[in-house]
């Protein structure tokens, strides 16, 4: 199978613009979660979908915002970018697990190689 | 609130010797482990995991840990390092209360030929 792929790999960018980062999870997850890394912060949990709905949040301006398609595939959205949005942003796939905590469901995320940002 | 500790900021070893790896964690319910690899310029890799079961847990590249419930811990290790394992080592925690991955601040491991 093919693994999780992000686009652009590479991106930069002024103080005030703004950007969309893509993401495609591998074939048959359905769960799509974005993770900013930092130096400073390590990892931050932005958000993550499933089945075109956010299905959970992290505390992150409503700047950054996300969506996800049909397809599963998702977009991730920074409006008025600043200084401090220069980041490494991840996405990771997940198989469906199942919220009633039965066996059988599958918890590890696959991780994109990420679309590194700098905002100047 | 779930968290998970890393407390080495850094780890050499020498190329051969065993390396461990160090990550404790605080849940309030059952805990679900993982280990991820980060190597330059690359996403993380997924390493292993503990969800139930065995305590031992077997992984990629000839990595495992060891579940310690008593000691809130989920070390890695390994018997022999290679200079190739050298990168950035990630612990998370699944949070079965706010169904969110927690990740600690992140090891680096650095062997040595």
């Known amino acids: 199978k093919a693994g999780v792929t992000q686009t652009p790999r590479y991106l930069i960018k002024t103080r005030g613009q703004q950007v969309t980062l893509s993401c495609s999870p591998i074939?048959?997850?359905?769960?799509v979660s974005w993770y900013q890394q930092t130096p400073g912060q390590g990892l931050q949990f932005l958000f993550e979908?499933?089945?075109?709905?956010?299905?959970n949040k992290g505390n992150f301006p409503g700047r950054f915002s996300g969506r996800q398609f049909s397809n599963s595939r998702s977009e991730m959205n920074v409006s008025t970018l600043e200084l401090g949005d220069s980041a490494l942003y991840l996405c990771?796939?997940?198989?469906?697990?199942?919220?009633?905590?039965?066996?059988?469901?599958?918890?590890?995320?696959?991780f994109g190689p990420g679309t590194r940002l700098t905002v100047t | 609130a779930q968290s998970v500790a890393q407390p080495e900021d850094q780890v050499n070893v020498a190329e051969g010797n065993p390396l461990t790896v160090k990550c404790t964690y605080s849940?309030?319910?059952?805990?679900?482990l993982f280990w991820y690899v980060q190597y330059p310029n690359r996403g993380l890799q997924f390493l292993l995991k503990?969800?139930?079961?065995?305590?031992l847990v077997k992984g990629s590249y000839g990595f495992e840990a060891e579940f310690n419930k008593s000691q809130t811990s989920f070390h890695l290790k390994k018997p022999s390092a290679l200079v190739s394992d050298s990168a950035l080592y990630f612990c998370?925690?699944?949070?079965?209360?706010?169904?969110?991955?927690?990740f600690g601040t992140g090891t680096r491991l650095k062997v040595l030929a």
């Open positions: 849940v309030s319910g059952n805990p679900y």
């Open positions: 074939s048959g997850h359905r769960s």
């Open positions: 998370a925690v699944f949070d079965s209360g706010t169904y969110k991955y927690i």
């Open positions: 503990y969800i139930t079961g065995d305590n």
């Open positions: 979908y499933f089945s075109e709905t956010q299905r």
């Open positions: 990771a796939s997940s198989a469906d697990r199942d919220r009633g905590l039965v066996s059988g469901g599958s918890y590890e995320q696959y």
